[in-house]
């Protein structure tokens, strides 16, 4: 390999720009959000700036902080960046001016091609009045609302 080249204003040096590059190219990162570096990163890894970042990455809160052979690279995030957190096997995204963890956002899931869940539908009421009160079958159905309630599937 021959010697390294600056590239840009930042002063990056080629490997490292490459370095950096990967760092986001891999669009993961170790762990949820943290305060400061670890004690002993290995180039390209990647993390994400807690809210009031100490050390080295003070005055970088939220950013992304990538490992290089020339010390961190900080990249500010972008709205709608996605990252796999490794140790969690979740995704962080950018939205709004801040990293949401382990959410999953969109309109609808598909499972081949069938919809299994979609939009939240109006509340339902629960069973009432009637000539013939079968009381199993009614705690059943109140189960069942109560249930598609707690996950959000409908409204309370």
């Given at each position: 390999m021959?010697?390294?080249?600056?590239?840009?204003?930042?002063?990056?040096?080629?490997n490292e720009?490459?370095?950096?590059?990967?760092s986001l190219f891999a669009g993961a990162v170790e762990e949820p959000p943290r305060t400061a570096p670890p004690p002993e990163p290995q180039?390209?890894?990647?993390?994400?700036?807690?809210?009031?970042?100490?050390?080295?990455?003070?005055?970088?809160?939220?950013?992304?902080?990538?490992?290089?052979?020339?010390?961190?690279?900080f990249i500010?995030?972008?709205?709608g960046m996605s990252l796999y957190v490794r140790s969690t096997g979740t995704w962080a995204s950018f939205?709004?001016?801040?990293?949401e963890i382990g959410l999953v956002r969109g309109t609808a899931v598909m499972i081949g091609d069938q919809q299994v869940v979609g939009s939240?539908?109006?509340?339902?009421?629960?069973?009432a009045g009637g000539t013939t009160v079968d009381a199993e079958?009614?705690?059943?159905?109140?189960?069942?609302l109560g249930s598609l309630r707690e996950h959000g599937l409908i409204e309370i």
């Open positions: 021959g010697p390294q080249r600056r590239s840009g204003a930042e002063g990056f040096f080629h720009a490459l370095q950096t590059l990967d180039i390209g890894e990647c993390y994400i700036v807690a809210e009031d970042p100490a050390d080295a990455w003070t005055g970088k809160a939220q950013y992304v902080a990538g490992w290089t052979s020339g010390g961190w690279r500010a995030p972008l709205e939205r709004n001016g801040a990293w939240r539908t109006a509340a339902i009421a629960a069973p079958a009614r705690g059943t159905i109140e189960a069942i």
